[in-house]
Structure formats: structure tokens, C-alpha cells
């Protein structure tokens, strides 16, 4: 049983589900369908993704009622003007195939695009709440400053930030922000994106044979017990059903404290600055 964590709207979300970053729009049908058959019920995509049409395919084709998935997407970097934001909503529901979205984010603030105005941005993101096709707000890659900015300014709080978070990227300065005003924290590449080293890191693959379970595992699971959200995504099920099973062990106090020390603030981004990245 997969746990939910209650968002500030009351709403809620599965802690866990499945991300679908880099899965080629062509294959994205059958990956989900296979994420689905596997048990994961939230699904996180994007409309820069180019493969929400895959993600709805599969959705309609497994048969599950609608009221048992969570769907995310995100607004793409070149639709941040308010009347794009609504076309491109309309557009992602029509590529999913879908009648609601769950949960819509900016995806990246941009604060050097767009003369700096992601707040009427966020305005248009909650204009869309009102007529029942998009359940829950929420932002992307919001530094403390930007989540400061749009609650100030439209006294509308997100629901979730999805930011960057591993652990060799705890990004904490984020996770106090968000806490402070009771958003819900998802982080993206919680794996490290494999890429990173964090899997291969002596300290993590130490927790995991304790446990006689894998790298990503003990990872994963320390995520969970932080209270974060996390979508890992991997193309092969064998992987899918790892990823997914993880609700039979518990780290210690001590193996999260060592998993936590692995942290090298900001040298351990891998993503880009969200204050500097401008990519439209
Ligand atoms: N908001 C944002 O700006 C943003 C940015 C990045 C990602 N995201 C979201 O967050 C999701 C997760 O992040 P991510 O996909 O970047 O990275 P991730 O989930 O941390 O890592 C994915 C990588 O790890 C590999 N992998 C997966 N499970 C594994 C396992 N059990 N053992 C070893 N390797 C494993 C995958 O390879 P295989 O596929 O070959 O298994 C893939 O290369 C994304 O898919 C996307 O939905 C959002």
C-alpha cells in the first residue's frame, strides 16, 4: 500500500510514483503500461516531455478508473505568457486524453525571462483551478526567494515545489522554505539519475546490504522517510518492481544520518540553477 502525504489544498498524493523524463515519446505507451502493471498510480510527465500523448495512451488503455491515478505535468518554458498557459493546458489534457489533471506545475521559474514575471504566470496556473479540469497547483524548481515572490504577491500558496533532491543534494535551504509553508517537497532525480555516483557511493551500498535490498532501495526509502515525494523512472521493469518495493524495511536513525552526511550542497547539483537556467 502506497502511502499518501495530504497537500495544503487537501488533496492528496501518493509519495510514491513514476517519472517519465527521457522516455522516448514512442516508447512511453508501453513504459507506463508496464509502470502501471507494476502497481505505481502517479504518473509524472511534462508537456516539454513531448510524451504526454504516450501517458494517456497507456492510462486509457490499462483500464484503471481515473479516480485511482495521479497525473502531473508541468508547464513548459516557452508558455509562460498567461493566455499560452491556458492553450497549453488544453492541450495537455487533449494529449493525455484526459478530462482533470491532477496536479499542473511551472516548470522552472525563469527569472531572467520574461521581464522576471513568473507571478503572472502563477496567476494564470490558479485561474485554471476554477472550472474542475485541473485539481491541484503546484511549482517547479522555485528557489526560497521565487516561493516568496508569488505567495506575497497572490497570497496563493503552491502545493507542491518539485526540486532537485539526492543524496548528495539534499537541498535543505528549499525543504525549510517549503515546510515553512506547508507545501509539499517532490524531488526530481531522486536516484541521483544514476549518472551521479550516489548508487555506487560506499555509505549508501553499506545501508543497502544491511537491509538485503539494493542501492536505489535504500535510497529511495530514505526519501520516503524524510517525507518527500518521488517518481523514479527506469525503462526496465525489473527495475519498475525495485523501485516500487519498498515498504518492507526501514532504515535506522544512524543509516539515514550517514546516507544524510553524503550531502555537498550546491556542488552536488546536477541540474541546472533554476536563478540562472533560461532555457526556453
Ligand atoms: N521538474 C524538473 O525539472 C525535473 C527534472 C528532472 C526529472 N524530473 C522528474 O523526476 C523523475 C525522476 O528523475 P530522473 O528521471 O531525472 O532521475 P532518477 O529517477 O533519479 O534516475 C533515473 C535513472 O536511473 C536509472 N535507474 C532507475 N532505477 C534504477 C535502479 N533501481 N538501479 C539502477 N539504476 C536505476 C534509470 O535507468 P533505466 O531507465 O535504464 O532503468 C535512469 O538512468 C523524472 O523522470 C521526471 O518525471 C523533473
Given amino acids: 500500500m502506497i502511502p499518501t502525504i495530504k497537500l495544503n489544498d ?26 502501471l502493471e507494476v502497481g505505481y498510480r502517479h504518473i509524472d510527465t511534462a508537456q516539454g516531455y ?18 485511482d491515478l495521479y497525473i502531473t505535468s508541468k508547464l513548459t518554458n516557452s508558455m509562460h505568457e498567461p493566455e499560452d498557459v491556458v492553450r497549453s493546458f488544453d492541450r495537455t489534457l ?67 515545489n518539485q ?3 539526492h543524496p548528495y543534494f539534499r537541498n535543505e535551504a528549499v525543504r525549510e522554505e517549503c515546510a515553512s509553508h506547508d507545501i509539499a517537497v517532490e524531488a526530481w532525480g531522486p536516484l541521483g539519475q544514476a549518472k551521479s555516483g550516489v548508487l555506487e557511493d560506499p555509505a549508501v551500498v553499506e545501508v543497502a546490504r544491511a537491509h538485503g535490498k539494493t542501492p536505489a532501495q535504500a535510497v529511495l526509502r530514505w526519501h520516503l522517510q524524510r517525507g518527500d515525494i518521488v517518481f523514479p523512472k527506469s525503462m526496465r521493469r525489473e527495475r519498475m518492481e525495485e523501485n516500487f518495493d519498498l515498504f518492507d524495511f526501514e532504515l535506522t536513525a544512524a ?8 550531502d555537498r550542497g550546491e556542488q552536488g547539483r546536477m541540474g541546472p540553477d533554476p536563478n540562472t537556467f533560461d532555457r526556453v
Fill in 255 to 262: 543509516e539515514a544520518a550517514s546516507i544524510d552526511a553524503l
Fill in 50 to 67: 513531448a510524451n504526454e500523448a504516450g501517458v494517456g495512451e497507456a492510462v486509457r488503455a490499462s483500464g484503471i478508473p481515473r479516480e
Fill in 10 to 35: 487537501e488533496t492528496a498524493i501518493p509519495q510514491l510514483g513514476f517519472g517519465t523524463f527521457l522516455v522516448p515519446p514512442e516508447e512511453t505507451a508501453q513504459t507506463v503500461a508496464q509502470a
Fill in 94 to 160: 487533449e494529449e493525455l486524453g484526459l478530462d482533470y489533471l491532477d496536479l499542473f506545475l511551472i516548470h522552472w521559474p525563469l527569472p531572467t525571462r520574461y521581464e522576471g514575471d513568473f507571478v503572472s504566470t502563477w496567476n494564470a496556473i490558479i485561474e485554471l483551478l476554477g472550472d474542475g479540469r485541473l485539481r491541484t497547483a503546484g511549482v517547479s524548481n522555485f528557489e526560497p526567494a521565487h516561493i516568496e515572490r508569488i505567495v506575497a504577491e497572490t497570497g496563493t500558496v503552491p502545493a507542491v
Fill in 163 to 165: 526540486v532537485e533532491i
